[in-house]
């Protein structure tokens, strides 16, 4: 019996001899991602070019590992930088830190910065590990800054502006935290998300559609609930 | 229950607990102490209440059952039954709020309150969670420039009346106001006037809201990226407490502290904003020597040991007081103590000045006795001959000004030309020096020629020796000799005995360097030479056999050629000094001149080695105001390069020498003191910052001054942005922002040193010299924006500059035959001119001509001289 009782205890080691490997053979061997994965920062445009960043350093203070620094200035009113009256002057975080939590995203007012997917890059000097406006700031098309010692590959830049609710914007205790996917550079100015207001479907921008579909499609996957 | 009733103590109950209060103390302020937050945005301790915003509403039981009050503005009273958490309450709050925020912008993420907004922060604990309002929000103009201090978001406003209070009531500045009615109701302006007030700055820290923002502070920082130390401001003799605020290592600004002793939380604009001028880029950071016309960058060894060098070579002539040593009003009571221990005991000059010619002289203050600002304004009467209280000393003019508004003290002003405090005094009297010598001898006899100034003492029961009055004595007018001003404040004091003086010069730590030997004849304590205690003099190993020189007396030996080396430590007397013609030339007599300094003053920039040193804000200590209050001035952030704290700078000049002065930190300095100044007695670095930390000390510390307890609790509200960044959580409950340790035993420190008396210093009037044909009577006062390393330093307070005009009277102007905004030539005694747009204003008096000091820097022109007792300038139309 005590045979028996030892095998017993023994029963889930034995089950998962015959489970499908997981363990892959990285580097060789890739994971897709998924598409929130929290990789690197950018630091969004809206689509006249203007940059989302208001320097508000909510970022800087939300953030667990301190990596952010940020110093905020007056527009300057001939060539404002972003709309309103203060921009991000200094933006630095230091990758060397950072544990890709992304509550920077989320503590954001203006959905300005927000995360790639890319996660292989590597420094040979700590001074590089430190991004600064130039490199976090996106192309003009809206496109992530390829940097030299980045590993990109194909749809780590896509969904780049993927941003959750933690918290309604209107303060209700009930509200879920849900995905939302906001304007792009080239989609326009987001429209009041579907759902928290009386905004009808149609109403949204068909773009908007499109990804919202895919965005359920890809949550439906990673066994996320759909609305 | 009897001690209760001889301090009219009131029960009442707050949600159920009973409480005691003092009778007619408001209930927010009543709840408070008993530990029952009431929200509030516009009730503030230091302005009258107007009950205007409504966020303080409780349940107060009356003869109809409960009812909705504010409390903000209902006195406590016998067996008062208060509610102030209910459902009734709670929907009047979020009644209040969700109004307040109709009109309210989503400007949190870029507003600079945002983080230390009592709005956000009595919103989220208060409020009612979710807002009703979809439609579009009233706008305004984003932020308006409403001087070139000050930003006014009018969005953000939600009229508390806090600023338009402030600047009328407290200020006397009305120049903002509210404007409209409705939802259109603005605070603003009015037309074409700016908000140019001295005490601006503190509406931007009383407004409970984003809407008063300081343009020095702008976008600077958030509050979470703040750190903070208490300190003391040292712009002027004050002294106000502030909170000294740095992100990264630089400063971002001042806050008033509320000392109830000292400022009551107001600072003056000069004062808050002058964080700027220690940011600044200019600063010397490097020891920099003389070659030819030009420095070069040195080290901090080379430049010591050629110091030493010179000092050795000085004194191998014989005569230790060819070395001279000027303080400045930068210095700390350790700097000062520092300095003088390596003059007066180590090098054994006694050639030391704090003052440059716009002073008194040591002994004279030393004698005369002193009375705290709180003894001033409680005094049955004042009497001022002193320069313009608002230009020179800003919060003083406040403290005064609230005084006797509230009638607790009445005012009579003595002087050669109209000034702030006129508006407030009773009599104001003009004088010349013959007249100012009899006001002295006989102001509370009744054969006084001064009737009006005698009624009012004695309608205010002041004794006939001069018991219950206090005189503020400074220099009125800088064109009459101090010795005018000294002989003055000596013969009052002979023939009122009882009058107490409280001494009312500009410069900070004045003070200090007077109750630490930094004037000549003067050891620390204020012991003269030949009275040094025995442990002074066995510290002090090398005293001077005799007294040395002033800054006059140096100036002339200099031109002797007999001032081999001279130190100036952080004093700048080619721009300083009265007499600029003598000292520019003593200047450029002497043999080599050291200066300690933070800017490339012009005094620096003529001398033969720069030292850099550390600046306000980047060194600990301790300083002393007007009243003789010590405080602690706080370390906040590290200086740039190579600079050092002044007193390390003299303890390795005497390493040079070989001697070592015995203290390796502020706080050994501030023992040694203790130790050998009977004035300082029982004075430490802990008892500064444990017992005594709001209010500082006085000295000579007396029983009483210890038993006062400081208060050490702090209204969010009042001060959020100091709370926030101490605590960034919900004012649910307040601060303790200091330990509020237990105050120690008097021990020693209660045998108060004896007192200097007048009878041993003779008043000596000087014979005021004829009137020369010709010629008008000079008036040379001063403002508070003058020029200055620190304000040029400055990028906003620079911009407020005074120009250099000169101002005579309408009645003068006719004679002369000029009008405003003409081109007038004034010519000094030695025939040195200088051009001065010309400002008719009727408070200078007739055949006087007005000019500011510091307004104008004529190398060739001087119209002070130092040995006229009274000046006379030529006037004429260019
Ligand atoms: S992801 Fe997290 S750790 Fe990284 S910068 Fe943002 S808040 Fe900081
Ligand atoms: S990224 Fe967002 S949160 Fe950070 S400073 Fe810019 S606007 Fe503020
Ligand atoms: S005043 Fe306060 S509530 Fe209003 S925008 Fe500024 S931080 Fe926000
Ligand atoms: S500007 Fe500020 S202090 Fe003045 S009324 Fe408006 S909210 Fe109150
Ligand atoms: S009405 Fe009481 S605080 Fe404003």
Known sequence: MAVFDALGGFKVTIGQVFQPRVTKQYPEEKRKKPPRFHGRHVLNRYEDGSEKCIGCELCAGVCPAGCIYVRGKDNPPDAPVSPGERYGYVYEINFLRCIHCDLCVEACPTEAITETKVLEFSFTSRRDAIYTKKELVVNNDGTPKRLPWEDWRVGDDEFTSGWMRATSPQGSKDFEGRTHWSGELGEGVRKPEAGQSDLKSEDASPRYMIRKVEADRISKRHGGKVR | MSTDESQNLVTLSIDGREIKAKGGELLIEAAEKSGVFIPRFCYHNRLPQVGVCRMCLVEVKGPRGFSLQPSCYLPVSEGMEVITQSEKVKKAQDGVLEFLLINHPLDCPTCDKGGECPLQDQTLTYGPGESRFAEEKRHWEKPIAISELVFLDRERCIQCDRCTRFADVVAGDALIEFIGRGDHTEVNVFPDRPFSSYFSGNTVQICPVGALTAAPYRFKARPWDLSQVESSCMACSMGCRIMVQSSQNGLTRYLGLDSDSVNHGWLCDKGRFGFEAINSADRVTSPMIRKGDSFVETSWASALSLIGSKIVDAKASGDPSRIGIMLGSRLTNEDIYAWVKLAKGVIGT?????????????????????????????????????????????????????????????????????????????VSARVTPDQARLLAMEVTKDSSKFPEISAVLSKQGVGADGEGLVVLLGRENLAWDQSIVEAFALELSRSLPKAKFLITLRGSNFSGAVD????????????????????????????????????????????????????????????????????????????????????????????????????????AGTTTNLEGRVFTVNQKVTSPGLCRPDWTIASEIALELEEDLGFGSAEDILDEIAEVSPLHWGLSWHRLTKSAALDGVVVPITATALSIRPRAMLD????????????????????????????????????????????????IWPVAPVQPLGTMRLGYSRKLYGQGEHLMNSPHLSKLIVEAKCRISSKTAKELGAEMGDSLRVADKAGGESLFELEIDDSVGDGIVELIRGSFSNPGFSPVRSDEAVNYVKVERA
């Open chain 2, 350 to 426: 006694d050639s030391v000045d704090s003052q440059l010619g716009d002073g008194l002289r040591g002994e004279v203050i030393a004698a005369l006795p002193r009375a705290t600002v709180n003894e001033a304004v409680s005094a049955k009467a004042v009497l001022a001959f002193t320069g313009d209280i608002k230009e020179e000393i800003p919060v003083l003019f406040l403290r005064l000004r609230e005084a006797i508004r509230n009638g607790r003290t009445k005012l009579v002003t003595v002087g050669t030309r109209s000034s702030s405090l006129d508006k407030l005094s009773e």
């Open chain 2, 516 to 619: 630490l030997g930094g004037v000549p004849r003067l050891l620390p304590g204020r012991s003269s030479l030949e009275t040094a205690t025995p442990v002074l003099r066995q510290k002090w190993a090398n005293l001077p056999a005799q007294g040395g020189r002033g800054a006059k007396e140096m100036f002339n030996a200099a031109l002797r050629g007999e001032l081999d080396l001279l130190f100036l430590v952080g004093s700048d007397p080619r721009q300083d000094y009265l007499d600029s013609e003598l000292a520019n030339s003593a200047l450029d007599n002497v043999g080599f001149v050291v200066s300690v300094d933070t800017y490339l003053s012009r005094s620096s920039s003529s001398a033969d080695l720069v030292l850099p040193a550390a600046a306000f804000a980047e060194k």
């Open chain 2, 716 to 763: 969010q509200i009042s001060t959020p942005g100091i709370a926030s960044v101490w605590n960034q959580g919900l004012p649910s409950s307040k601060t303790s922002y200091f330990d509020d340790g237990t105050i120690e035993e008097p021990g020693s420190a209660s045998q108060p040193p004896a007192q200097a008396s007048v009878a041993s210093v003779e008043p």
